[in-house]
């Protein structure tokens, strides 16, 4: 089409005038506000369910304050007034929710705490080495709901049904052995405010030497880092903008729950963090029970301490136009009593709990010679609880030629303390030895036993300052020096049963749980036993069993300090 000179000027003055109405536009159009996300996020629940005692130190504090608080309730309340804050709020965990809990939570399979979870409104959550102690079967379950469990006397009985978790449970590093692909869900999408939110889930690599082997056939777990950021291009390809790690491993810092932008963590997730993809900016870990918020390489890492103590508000600002991520605020607020109302619904469950749990949980167990029997370890190791529990299992196995009995310290959960005239309940001693391990006899050589003892010492960074030392039965001794070099720290010349050396070459009969006898917390010379009895007597049994035959005998079990059957050079 040929256009005049005329109608070229007219053309040219249209374009110039529309050109200028959309330049006015454009500067009325105000820029997109940023978005802000709120977290919260919880770890190492544990099913404790009711209100109780803890220690914190907070940063304007020189020494811990003991303080009543935690428990669901409380909780409830907190996250209900502060989604009257915000309606969009998510709820979030790091793992270890469940397992190794007190028996108003364990006596029904922690059925009541993974309702009171989802009543709390949790979205997601990193599965944590304790949701594996009763192996895949009963943790499909207790995600999926039903009641054909390897607890039929748990199971089932909170309610007489079981729907399942109310929330997911994610996991990028555990994986199927056959398919070679995820075994649990890898990560979890909320849209919020009109943002995808990637969650990406992983346990610690090390779960199988915290699980029974027995309990985790069918799947294997690989590394952390390399599986979370395997993730990253999927979530990219579904629109998800930011991403947040949820993950339980942990580590540990000199710095108080409170210290804003901490920079002194130590332990594993240090590591992690720094293999992650770039994009990934927030990591709320667990495992480790300790309380921070810290910056490793410009990423935040969070941490609730334990037992719902504490919880983590995180706010996320975004860029309201990329959503990318322009800030990370974070507090852990102590979960104290406040005025704050109580949700019904949660009181109900509670009530329900304690009635359900009352009558076995308050039945007298036996008197002990202490009030509070202590798993507090002395510089050498060993705990006065860790001799009773040893005992306990030396005594059972006696008959059937045990002579040495080890106990691992992490297999006890608390102290054992009592309410009048020093009398233990049921439930008190539950919470003590949560796991229902099972007691297995093997024989170890002399020179097996005493590469035992430096192994409790070489593979863990705890270690040296004897946090892994198995605690041992009567008549079993040696001695320790935490200056010698790694595998040449016990002296030979002290490891004695009975008061007479023990001879490399000579069998002896020993008795673990079958937890620590598979291997499990880095004991791998427990593998190498022979002749390997699983007795199927259960550790919780044998315990009660034994101090209700000390008090029958007028000799209550328990004393203030440990024995010191376990020694160690300063």
Not at 265 to 290: C, E, M, Q
Request: proline share 4%.
């Amino acid at each position: 089409m040929n256009l005049s000179r005329r109608s070229w000027s007219k053309l040219a003055r249209t374009t110039l005038s529309l050109s200028f109405s959309f330049a006015l536009i454009a500067c009325a159009t105000p820029p997109v506000q940023p978005v802000v996300v709120n977290l919260v996020a919880i770890n190492d629940f544990h099913g404790h369910l009711d209100q109780e005692k803890f220690s914190l130190t907070r940063a304007a504090d020189s020494n811990p304050v003991q303080v009543d608080g935690g428990g669901i309730e409380i909780l409830g309340s907190y996250l209900q007034a502060w989604r009257k804050e915000d309606k969009d709020l998510v709820f979030v965990g790091g793992g270890d929710l469940i397992g190794a809990s007190p028996g108003i939570s364990s006596l029904f399979a922690d059925e009541p705490t993974l309702q009171g979870l989802g009543r709390l409104g949790l979205r997601v959550s990193a599965l944590g080495n304790h949701e594996f102690d009763h192996g895949i079967q009963e943790l499909q379950r207790q995600i999926k709901g039903g009641c054909d469990s390897p607890r039929p006397d748990r199971a089932c009985k909170f309610d007489g049904d079981f729907k399942g978790a109310q929330f997911s449970y994610i996991a990028a590093n555990v994986m199927d052995k056959a398919s070679g692909q995820p075994f649990f869900p890898a990560y979890h999408i909320e849209q919020v405010k009109g943002v995808k939110i990637g969650f990406i889930g992983a346990v610690l690599r090390d779960t199988p030497m915290m699980v029974a082997s027995e309990k985790l056939q069918g799947v294997s777990f690989i590394d952390e880092a390399e599986a979370i950021n395997r993730t990253i291009p999927a979530l990219k390809a579904a629109g998800v903008k930011v991403f947040v790690v949820l993950i339980h491993e942990g580590g540990t810092t000199t710095e108080a729950f409170d210290q804003p932008a901490c920079s002194q963590l130590k332990g594993p997730i240090v590591n992690i963090v720094k293999r992650l993809d770039p994009a990934i900016k927030l990591i709320v870990s667990g495992h480790s029970h300790t309380g921070f918020m810290c910056q490793v390489e410009g990423r935040t890492v969070t941490q609730a301490q334990m037992y719902g103590h504490l919880l983590t508000r995180i706010a996320l600002t975004l860029d309201g136009n990329s959503h990318q991520v322009m800030q990370i605020d974070t507090k852990n607020v102590e979960m104290t009593p406040s005025h704050l109302q109580v949700p019904d619904a949660l009181s109900t469950l509670m009530a329900q709990a304690r009635k359900g749990s009352d009558a076995m949980i308050n039945q007298p167990v036996a008197r002990l010679a202490v009030s509070v029997l202590s798993r507090k370890l002395n510089e050498a190791g060993e705990s006065p609880m860790g001799n009773v529990v040893a005992d306990a299992q030396l005594t059972a196995t006696k008959s059937k030629g045990a002579q040495i009995a080890f106990m691992n310290n992490k297999g006890i959960r608390g102290n054992l303390e009592t309410k009048q005239d020093n009398i233990s309940t049921y439930g008190q001693n539950s919470t003590v030895l949560p796991f229902g391990n099972t007691l297995v006899l093997m024989t170890l050589t002399g020179a097996q036993i005493r590469t035992l003892l430096e192994q409790q010492m070489w593979l863990d960074d705890e270690s040296p300052d004897g946090r892994n030392v198995l605690q041992v039965s009567e008549g079993f001794t040696y001695t320790w020096d935490r200056k010698r070099p790694v595998g040449k720290r016990v002296l030979p010349e002290t490891v004695k049963l009975n008061g007479v050396a023990i001879d490399d070459s000579t069998e002896y009969r020993v008795v673990a749980n079958n937890f620590i006898a598979g291997g499990g917390d880095r004991l791998p010379m427990f593998t190498e036993g022979k002749n390997k009895l699983d007795t199927g007597l259960k550790d919780i049994d044998v315990f009660m069993q034994y101090i209700k035959a000390k008090d029958q005998a007028g000799a209550p079990a328990g004393s203030l300090n440990a024995a010191g059957r376990v020694q160690r050079i300063n």
